[in-house]
């Protein structure tokens, strides 16, 4: 080659589709390649699309855990309902005591810790498997209610067992001290299918103590209940083992209930029914709560 002359490279041979100028086909690639990455306005679309999807998506989501907390619940109820049953057809006919007693105290369904107020979620665990339902159970976490709200409140923040034994079922004194004779003995409760053993209780004290009462003379509610799952939902469980969900209706009773959770210093025990949609709840609990007989 001479010095100073530059020989240009055989020339590449491309086949245009026809009509296709070569200018056209070099416009075109040079878009298709730009093309290969996100613009800024893109990624955002992207984003906002991901975020809608989050937004549809986490109230299912929500909904099913749920769900499955709420079956759960029924499944611990379920447990416990068919041991009280067990305790009885071992002991006679007898009702297992539905009292809290102190370490050392009358044996009951569980024990509580001396100092229950602050005794830690732990310590109580450990005085529930000194219980006399324990050997029929043996599964600690079937006393507590996955969606219990307590252990996340200041108020309640040692709070472990969930559910109580309404005190009609052997869980009041026997000598009509709630003007009530209690079932002691199974043969005591007329029709066990429409008589509620177990409840989930939100007493104010920050632990549940003693038996979940009402007064049926008097006509009033005396112990709040927890209502810890959707739509204002509550687990019952039942004296021949069946367990269900009731939906509760008065707003003022919800409220009421509420406000032994969030605010207890302003919550008092012992609420007359509003003359609306809470009459319904009152007469259902009042239909399905335990008890020989009124005190004279
Ligand atoms: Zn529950």
Redesign the pocket.
Known sequence: MQPGRYQWAAPVSVDLPAGVSLAHFLLKGRAKMKRRAFTLIELLVVIAIIAILMAILMPALKAVKEQA??IS?RSNIRQLTIAWIMYKDDNDNKLVSGHTPGPGGTPAWIVMPSGAQTASAEEKKKYIMQGLLWPYVKNVGAYH????KRPNNPHHQYAYR?YSIAGGMNGVNSNGGWEIMPCMRYSDIDNPATKYVFL?ELDKRGYNNGSWVMNPKSRQWVDPFAI??SRNT??LGWADGHVGMQRWLGKGLIEWNELALHNPLAFNFYRTPAQDEELEDFEFMLKGYPYRSLLP
Do not use: E, K, L
């Open positions: 907390r709420s619940c209610c996955p969606s219990d969930t989930a810890w799952h509550s687990t």
